[in-house]
Each structure stands twice: as C-alpha cells, then as structure tokens.
C-alpha cells in the first residue's frame, strides 16, 4: 500500500509528462464508460501508476470545469482519444484553491499537443489552440462559468449538488468544496500493542510529525509509504479515517454497556476488513466476517493476517442468510451498509461522476432489506450498529426513521448520527476540514430481551 501523492514525478526522475497524461487520459475514458478508477488503475503500468493516479485525481476534481470550458470553447466535442486529453488538460490548468497546479501552463500546453501528437497527429493543432486560448481568457472564463454553471463552481453534477443543498442548506458550500480537498492520511494504533500517544513518539524519532486525534488515532501532516510506518508490518497500526474508526467502540460499547469477551458477533459487508481488525483489536470475540464478494474476502484474510487475528471468514450474502447462516443468533452486528460512498468522495473522486439519481433509490431499497433481514438474526438483548459513508440523509437518518417506523420495539441508542467531513465535528487538536474524518452516518438499534452473550 503506497500513500496517494498530490504531485506526480516530473520529467526530470520520473517519466514524461506527455506520458503520464496520455496515461491520465486513458483512465479518465474509463470513468466516462462508468468503470471505477480503483478498478481502472489496475491497467496502469506499475511504474507509471503514482503518476497516473496523481493526474487523475486532480483532473476529476476538476472535471467539471474542465468540461465547461470545453463547452464553451469547443461547440462539438472532438474524438474521444482527443477529448479525454483535452478535458485532463483543462482540468489540470483550471485554477484551484485547494490543490497547487502541478505543472507550469507551458510544460502542460507543450507536453498536451505532445501526448495528441502520439495519438492523433492531426489534433495537435487543434489542442494547442484551444488551451492556448483557453490561458489568454482563463480569469473571465473562469468567473463567468463559476457565475452561470454550479458544476463549474463545485466539480460535482448538478442533481447531486442539488442533494447536499436540500440535505444541508446551512453547510452544502462547505461539504461540496471540502470534496475537493485531498484528505488526510490518518492511522489506528492497535490497542493491543499502544496507544496514539506512545505511537506519536515512535514517529518523532523518524521524523514524521502528526497530531493526535483520539486514544489511539493520530492524522500525519503529510501521508508517508505504510513501509516507513514503524510495526506496520506486524500489525501495530493500520490506516484508517477517523470516522470510520467509530464503528467499533459504538458496537462494542463501554462500562456496563460493553459487550463481553467471547460474544457471538456478525461484520456483515467486512471487506477490505479494516472494520474487522478493530473490533479483535478491542475485545476477544466469536467474530464471523461476511461479504458477498468471495475475492474481497482475500483482503479480509490478509488484514488479520498482518494484525495476527482470527476470525471466522464466509462467502455470502448478508440480505439471504439461508446459505451461509448456521441458525444460532448474534449478540452484536454490524451493518456497513452498501451506499453511495458520497462521504468519502474526496478520496475517491471518481465516485461523483459515476454515480447516478436512480443509484441512491436502488441502494436505499437493498439496504432497507439489509436492516430488515439482519434485525431478525440479532438475539433478543443484542445491538445493531448500522453505518453507511454517505451525506445523502436518504442512506442515514431517513433509512433509520422509516426502520423505527415499521420496527417499533427497537431502541434507538446514542450514535453520532451524521458526521460531515468538516472541522467541527473532529475532538482533540484536530480542527480544520483538511484534516476531519470522513462523511459517515451512525445509528446504534438494540433489540429487547435478556442481554447476554450467545456463548
């Protein structure tokens, strides 16, 4: 695992630009055709990947802009082998408040025409002239865009720009521009092995600097190889966003609440399995790790692995439990439910572009079933803690009120509710949006009965 760059390497060691951007333009295509740029990446030359993946970053981030200058421009939109390294172009030149442009204008221009040059010969005039003049009149063109089109403004398509304002009018500019802001790399001590404070120091004496962010949460000033992270590879720290690292002490609870060693306990939907590892880590526990897709279940076993924990691993479908589900009740289930991802958009930008209307209606469906389904396999006593990484309300609070509605004797229980990615939401030193944890929804639902563990 490599830490995402914000700068990718420059002609003087690493490969050309023109290559990188041809390389950028290729996966920007994928996205268009709807493929995932995790997915795409993997098509990518090893050793041109960093640089790529860079490129496309900013370029996605961006994108909306970039394809209204286009627009605006460009009546016709050119082929797509040309318009996708126009569009990558554009976006790397659009002027940003929240990433450094890469590249000066000339080196971008001139390694462009060179990377249409490759593909097409007969466009590279055509390009040059178009971001050319896209430079001559960037400061009026871009104010006028940013004025007329919001996805000019806020790099997002207008429908979903058009649900953060009606879910969050008070914070939608924030949320949409903190989309935009490269996250920060944040990493889980493993509490069997310390604590943020003690893991701070290791980091001092090699010269990374952090800020601690909860007991055992810490987010770097600047994101690092994991191979420079001290006890990396013996499973003393993981890299986790902050909000994400919630869901294990909201299901495992404290005090009289907490759920005791040996309790038989469901990660439905685990993969990769960060999730997983921090509920071991925390307490001993009858854990059954379950995802739908048998090859993320690799990732699962390689995350324990690492961590030196064990836990039960199936293939399965978490909405049809007749396959996999051997009849006995858990005592503490987690849901971490399939979702828009619309939380963690910032990490991957991608998502934005790829998502549609119709998606969120068919994702509330599957994961009303999902709550339906699970609540009748959690023991009488028990608690479920659902948890999806979305901002839309519709995947969050709306989907837990119309479960209470139809499920009456639950007992909703203290949760953090929605956590947007913005400052106020993070305790301790951590303060700005920069370096906040993720948009995350939390509910906790505890089913009536005798508590205890199914043991």
Request: proline share 8%; hydrophobic share 40%.
């Amino acid at each position: 695992m490599i830490a995402k760059t914000s700068t990718p390497p420059t002609p003087a060691n690493g490969p050309a630009l023109s290559t990188l951007l041809d390389q950028a333009a290729r996966l920007l295509q994928a996205v268009r055709c709807g493929r995932s740029l995790t997915d795409a990446l993997q098509t990518c030359p090893a050793e041109l990947r960093p640089g790529a993946q860079a490129l496309s970053f900013h370029t996605l981030r961006h994108a909306g802009g970039a394809e209204a200058v286009r627009n605006r421009l460009v009546p016709k939109a050119p082929p797509p082998a040309v318009d996708s390294v126009l569009i990558t172009a554009l976006a790397l030149l659009w002027p940003s408040t929240t990433q450094p442009q890469p590249y000066t204008d000339h080196t971008l221009v001139d390694q462009a025409v060179e990377c249409v040059r490759q593909r097409q010969p007969g466009s590279a005039g055509f390009i040059n002239a178009v971001l050319r003049r896209f430079l001559r009149e960037r400061h009026l063109l871009v104010a006028q865009l940013q004025a007329e089109d919001p996805v000019a403004r806020y790099q997002h398509p207008r429908w979903w720009i058009d649900k953060v304002r009606r879910d969050w009018p008070t914070h939608a500019t924030a949320l949409l521009e903190a989309a935009n802001v490269q996250p920060p790399m944040t990493l889980r001590v493993n509490a069997r092995h310390g604590d943020a404070t003690s893991y701070a120091e290791q980091l001092a004496h090699i010269g990374i600097t952090a800020k601690i962010a909860g007991s055992h949460a810490l987010v770097l000033d600047q994101a690092v190889p994991v191979h420079r992270l001290p006890g990396f590879d013996q499973g003393h720290v993981s890299v986790q966003d902050l909000s994400a690292q919630l869901a294990a002490p909201l299901l495992l609870g404290e005090g009289a609440d907490a759920l005791p060693a040996g309790a038989r306990v469901l990660d439905a939907c685990a993969a990769p399995g960060g999730k997983t590892a921090h509920l071991l880590e925390l307490q001993t526990l009858d854990l059954l790790a379950l995802d739908v897709d048998r090859e993320r279940l690799v990732k699962v076993a390689q995350t324990l692995a690492r961590q030196n924990l064990h836990a039960t691993l199936q293939a399965g479908d978490a909405a049809e439990p007749t396959p996999w589900w051997d009849g006995r009740l858990f005592d503490a289930i987690l849901l971490d439910a399939p979702c828009s991802a619309s939380g963690i958009v910032r990490r991957h930008p991608d998502i934005r572009w790829l998502r549609r209307p119709a998606d969120i209606t068919t994702l509330v469906r599957t994961q009303a079933r999902l709550l339906d389904t699970l609540w009748s396999l959690l023991a009488p006593g028990g608690r479920l803690v659902y948890a999806t990484c979305s901002l839309f309300k519709a995947e969050g609070a709306d989907q837990i009120d119309a479960f209470l509605q139809r499920t009456p004797h639950a007992i909703r229980r203290p949760a953090p509710g929605h956590r947007l990615p913005l400052g106020e939401n993070v305790s301790g030193s951590v303060k700005n949006c920069s370096e906040a944890g993720d948009g995350f929804y939390y509910a906790r639902l505890d089913k009536p009965g005798a508590a205890g563990p199914s043991i």
